[in-house]
């Protein structure tokens, strides 16, 4: 074999190892395209999956909507069978439903909600609960669905017989609230040092039951079913403060607040809201 035939094989099989190289890098970056690394605009589901992200902090794909509460505030949420029922657990049902999206309701304590919201472990937070300013500065607020009024309950033996007894010059009665409520919320600035904290309503109604407190201040609502089922109190005609009940969502989340604003207003136009609150709080 002649040297000219020895560099002609030689170059054909140089040519030919470069063709295989080339090859294999297009497929690897034909897969790498198609969407076998690349994560752009998409969020990781628990089981390793990616779904489209639709910009409102949600999936495009996901199905689940995860409401916050506390689910000892009848007639806005209480457990019934087991199951969490009330005003919020149904309108936020209603909801749910014009989003297409199933509701998922995770109880917990009253002032763990907002926190919850905030680190994104669920969607919003539905509690029977008050817009304050000081609420404001952590979460948005949707527009109300339900008008509260905080109640005041004694012993039906109690001096106090006025929500002005609470301030009266040398007033030194004890008030029990639940922690943050706006009960809890606006008795301690009102009446700083006279406010005891309970993580529930039934607890705070214990205690003044007991004797550790003298009144209970707590949306009237619930104060109705505290007080039908602990012979010995009742609620004072006057009351402490009205409020607005509204949905908190994430500060980041503006998308979901759109979303929810409009629902609720479909929902209150279509008399869908006050359907829900008439079944509940009868007149």
Do not use: H
Request: glycine fraction near 8%; proline fraction near 1%; aromatic fraction near 6%.
């Amino acid at each position: 074999m002649d040297q000219n035939t020895k560099e002609i094989i030689k170059m054909k099989k140089v040519i030919t190892l470069t063709l295989a190289l080339l090859m294999l890098l297009g497929a690897v970056c034909c897969f790498a395209s198609c969407g076998g690394t690349n994560n752009d605009n998409k969020n990781s589901t628990p089981d390793g999956s990616n779904v489209e992200n639709d910009g409102m902090g949600t999936d495009t794909n996901k199905k689940v909507l995860k409401m916050a509460t506390n689910a000892y505030f009848a007639p806005y949420e209480f457990y019934e069978g087991g199951k969490i029922v009330g005003i919020d657990a149904e309108i936020a049902m209603a909801i749910a439903d014009k989003l297409g999206m199933e509701l998922v309701i995770e109880d917990m304590a009253f002032d763990s909600i907002l926190t919850a919201v905030q680190n994104g472990s669920v969607d919003f937070g539905m509690a029977g609960m008050t817009v304050t300013n000081d609420r404001l500065e952590e979460v948005n607020f949707t527009i109300s669905y339900a008008k509260g009024v905080q109640a005041i309950i004694v012993k039906e033996d109690s001096a106090i017989t006025d929500v002005k007894d609470l301030s009266a010059d040398g007033a030194t009665y004890k008030i029990g609230v639940q922690l943050g409520t706006t009960g809890d919320i606006y008795t301690s600035g009102d009446f700083e040092g006279r406010v005891t904290q309970y993580t529930t309503g039934n607890e705070a109604v214990a205690a003044l039951l007991k004797g550790d407190v003298d009144c209970v201040i707590i949306d009237n609502e619930p104060a109705k079913a505290y007080v039908k089922n602990n012979a010995g109190t009742k609620i004072l005609e006057t009351t402490y403060t009205d409020e607005d009940y509204a949905i908190c969502v994430s500060k980041e989340n503006e998308a979901l607040l759109d979303k929810l604003n409009e629902a609720i207003a479909d929902l209150i136009e279509d008399g869908t809201v006050k359907t829900i609150v008439d079944k509940y709080i009868k007149e």
